[in-house]
């Protein structure tokens, strides 16, 4: 039971953290010349990331949390959909949200959520998520996802196969 309550602490701490500055995504709409780029330059990152998945292969300060396997149902994982929506499985929750993103590698998940169940992954869970809530930055090659903060690498996936939500 103490291991519920410090996960929920925890969970509430990540999700705050996460919706900082919410507000807006730096593409707002207008008529400007450097606002029409900016929507150029998201036009671009959102097709190279649209309709993907991942699966994490690095996360900073791991030591310690036990990730699911990556042949198990609660294999962590992160969708991108065509519409910017994120969505994924980060080992004892499902997680969404709204991502903005730019070819000069601007990334932000805005509007992040989270279920709450208590589970063996929880550590893993906790650190997984502040590490998606703080990147800031993106570099995409081949069939590799790299999250940044600033310079400090903070999460790094390989492409996996996109399965489509039923609706």
């Known amino acids: 039971m103490k291991t519920f309550w410090i996960f929920a602490a925890l969970s509430s701490i990540v999700l705050s953290s996460c919706c900082c ?3 807006g995504t730096g593409a707002e709409a ?3 010349p450097s606002a029409q780029a900016a929507s150029e330059n998201f036009s ?3 097709d190279r990331l649209a309709d993907t998945a991942w699966r994490p292969v690095f996360l900073i300060d791991r030591e310690g949390a036990k990730m699911p396997p990556e042949d198990s149902q609660d294999a962590v994982r992160l969708q991108i959909s065509k519409d910017m929506r994120v969505n994924g ?3 004892d929750n499902l997680f969404g ?4 993103v730019l070819d000069s590698g601007f990334f932000k998940i805005n509007k992040m959520y989270s279920t709450r169940r208590a589970g063996p992954y929880g550590l893993y869970e906790y650190k997984f998520l502040s590490a998606l809530g703080r990147a800031d930055r993106f570099e995409l090659s081949g069939d590799t996802l790299k999250l940044f903060n600033g310079q400090t690498l903070l999460l790094e996936f390989k492409k996996m196969e996109f399965k489509r939500e039923a609706k």
Not at 97 to 100: K, T, V
């Open 21 to 23: 500055g919410c507000a």
């Open 89 to 91: 499985y980060s080992g």
């Open 44 to 46: 671009k990152a959102a």
């Open 97 to 100: 949200g709204e991502l903005a």
């Open 30 to 32: 207008s008529d400007s």
